[in-house]
Every structure is written in structure tokens, then in C-alpha cells.
């Protein structure tokens, strides 16, 4: 995946978990906002760390 793409989905996905902590914490609710916490910036660091899945043209599989 090209960078400016990773990048900009890394900033999406970091504000979406920002904003879900925030009103979470609107709502009261301190289960779901903590764990907003690990899996906001868990899912980030998982776009960087994990490689994008490659599929050769010759694989083998039929249609």
C-alpha cells in the first residue's frame, strides 16, 4: 500500500477512535472508552506492522 494511502487511513482511523472515546465518555460508559484505548492505537500500529496481502496471478486456485 502506497504511504500518503497508509498514512491517511492511519489518521482516519485514529480520529474515529478518538471521537468513539469521547463520546463514550458523553455517554458514561467507562468500559467501552478504556477500551478505546488499546484498540484505537492497536489498530493503527497493526496497519504499519502487518504486510498487505500480495496474490500472484499464477496461484493456482480455479474459478
Same mark, same amino acid.
Given at each position: 500500500?502506497?504511504?500518503?494511502?497508509?498514512? $491517511?487511513? &492511519? #489518521?482516519? #482511523?485514529?480520529?474515529?477512535?478518538?471521537?468513539?472515546?469521547?463520546?463514550?465518555?458523553?455517554?458514561?460508559? &467507562? $468500559?467501552?472508552?478504556?477500551?478505546?484505548?488499546?484498540? /484505537?492505537?492497536?489498530?493503527? $500500529? &497493526?496497519?504499519?506492522?502487518?504486510?498487505? #496481502?500480495?496474490?500472484?496471478? /499464477?496461484? $493456482?486456485?480455479?474459478?
Amino acid at each position: 500500500m502506497p504511504f500518503p494511502i497508509k498514512f $491517511g487511513l &492511519s #489518521v482516519m #482511523v485514529a480520529l474515529a477512535a478518538i471521537a468513539g472515546w469521547f463520546f463514550m465518555r458523553h455517554l458514561g460508559q &467507562s $468500559g467501552p472508552q478504556n477500551a478505546l484505548l488499546f484498540l /484505537g492505537p492497536f489498530a493503527v $500500529g &497493526s496497519l504499519w506492522i502487518f504486510p498487505e #496481502v500480495m496474490r500472484a496471478k /499464477g496461484d $493456482g486456485r480455479k474459478k
